[in-house]
């Protein structure tokens, strides 16, 4: 199956501050999500996004799929910015639906 | 609803006990998973249904494992005998219909297997 790999696994930042998420896939996709899991365990949506660059508010994301990776940028970072950052990729030409495959996450944490 | 629903939000069984976890889609979606979250595995994919088929159930760990979906809507995931490595966040997940629509996530049911 498709492998998808997240760095760094652990972020800790201060308040204010720039950073940037990464995610590498194995395989070509024609489906790439970021979602963030608060601290109640609830995944919450951030891109859909196979490819091209998107941005909301403070998040931004960038998808280069001939080169299999994307990019989540947090600029200003917030403490509730804080929580887990999941990258998800469905295969193209999957046999069936559009199930999606995990990285292992990035933890960010960000101290006031 | 406004978003996708399941229930109950927690559950505690002991060994060897059935249980079966529901989730409520968005109104409209056609397209419903269940997947699952656990310290060791990350998070993976169960099942997936197309209305109320199920095309790809590559992911369920066992013939203890099995989920249904009704109506194109309500879908329950049911383990039977259950087993302390079954622990973990089930989600459920819903999308419309085309294969590059976005998936929206649940709150989760946390298994406990004592």
């Known amino acids: 199956g498709i492998q998808v790999e997240q760095s760094p696994p652990d972020l800790i930042l201060q308040e204010g501050a720039n950073s940037t998420l990464r995610c590498n896939f194995s395989?070509?996709?024609?489906?790439l999500q970021w979602f963030h899991q608060n601290p109640w365990g609830q995944l919450i949506n951030l891109f859909y996004?196979?490819?091209g660059t998107k941005q909301n508010g403070r998040l931004s994301a960038t998808t280069v799929a001939t080169e299999r990776y994307s990019l989540l940028y947090i600029s200003s970072s917030q403490t509730t910015d804080s929580g887990v950052y999941f990258c998800?990729?469905?295969?193209?030409?999957?046999?069936?639906?559009?199930?999606?495959?995990f990285g292992g996450g990035t933890r960010v944490l960000v101290k006031p | 609803g406004a978003g996708v629903s399941q229930s109950p939000s927690n559950k505690v069984t002991e060994k060897g006990k059935d249980v079966e976890l529901r989730c409520d889609p968005i109104?409209?979606?056609?397209?419903l998973y269940w997947y699952r979250q656990s310290l060791g595995q990350g998070l993976e994919f169960l099942i997936y249904?197309?209305?109320?088929?199920?095309?790809?159930k590559s992911g369920l760990p066992s013939d203890r494992f099995s989920a249904e979906r009704t109506g194109g809507s309500v879908s329950t995931l049911t383990i039977q005998r259950t087993q302390q490595e079954d622990s973990a966040v089930y989600l459920c997940?819903?999308?419309?219909?085309?294969?590059?629509?976005?998936?929206?996530f649940g709150p989760g049911t946390r298994l406990t297997v004592l």
């Open positions: 997940a819903s999308s419309g219909h085309t294969s590059t629509d976005t998936q929206y």
């Open positions: 395989d070509s996709v024609n489906n």
């Open positions: 996004i196979p490819s």
């Open positions: 998800a990729v469905e295969r193209i030409w999957e046999a069936a639906g559009n199930k999606l495959t």
């Open positions: 109104s409209g979606h056609t397209a």
């Open positions: 249904f197309q209305g109320n088929s199920a095309p790809d």
